[in-house]
């Protein structure tokens, strides 16, 4: 059981728009703690997709966008491509006793 | 650019110790914290445990018993050791380092680089 709770799976249309959640709890994104997000595509290491709640790191399309209010935290992508097809997985900081840094369960994309 | 670079022996028996080593190659090995991620096929990642470069460590409460994580900071390398492996600890294992961005004047933390991964396998 994750500390972070996502869905394990959504879908959508090319061009379409999607969003995936990530439900906290007092102890990380209700202490404060920043949401993070990470995209890893078949066979390969996650990447960073997300950090700091909203921030995109270079080369990261606009189409991909974060969000965090309270206990939650969303990732939206916009546009929606084949290439996005992926699992994607929220993280931050616990301060509870299941460990230090923790991450979602992951969310697979499927691109239909 | 970071890159980091790792390997360890990939088949193990149940009991056995499994070692990882991960070579960082450029940036500041001594501004950060490195890390071990775990993933079982087909499932999520799991956070193992980190080190900095004056070997000041935090592990994952359930696997503390087992782990030790050490570095050699000449060689910019850190090492992941975990004892008495069974087939739970059948994962790709990944090397990172945990970076940080500031949010309302607070660093907050996220894993800016990874290795591409090891996979181990634990097997009679």
């Known amino acids: 059981q994750s500390v972070l709770t996502q869905p394990p799976s959504v879908s959508g249309a090319p061009g379409q728009r999607v969003i995936i959640s990530c439900t906290g709890s007092?102890?990380?994104?209700?202490?404060?703690?920043?949401v993070h997000w990470y995209q890893q595509l078949p066979g390969t290491a996650p990447k960073v997709l997300i950090y700091?709640?909203?921030n995109r790191p270079s080369g990261v399309p606009d189409r991909f966008s974060g969000s965090k209010s309270d206990t939650s935290a969303s990732l939206a992508i916009t546009g929606l491509q084949a290439e996005d097809e992926a699992d994607y997985y929220c993280q931050s900081y616990d301060s509870s006793l299941s460990g230090l840094w923790v991450f979602g369960g992951g969310t697979k994309l499927t691109v239909l | 650019q970071v890159q980091l670079q790792q390997w360890g022996a990939g088949l193990l028996k149940p009991s056995e110790t499994l070692s990882l080593t991960c070579a960082v190659y450029g940036g500041s090995f001594s501004s950060y914290y490195w890390t071990w991620i775990r993933q079982p096929s087909g499932k999520g990642l799991e956070w193992i445990g980190e080190i900095n470069h004056s070997g000041s460590t935090n592990y994952n409460p359930s696997l503390k018993s087992r782990v030790t994580i050490s570095l050699d900071a000449s060689k910019t390398q850190f090492s992941l050791n975990l004892s008495s492996v069974t087939a739970a600890d059948t994962a790709v294992y990944y090397c990172?380092?945990?970076?940080?961005?500031?949010?309302?004047?607070?660093?907050?933390?996220?894993?800016?680089?990874w290795g591409l991964g090891t996979l181990v396998t634990v097997s009679s």
């Open positions: 990172a380092r945990r970076g940080f961005v500031l949010v309302r004047g607070v660093r907050q933390y996220y894993y800016d680089y």
């Open positions: 007092s102890s990380n994104f209700g202490a404060g703690y920043s």
């Open positions: 700091g709640n909203t």
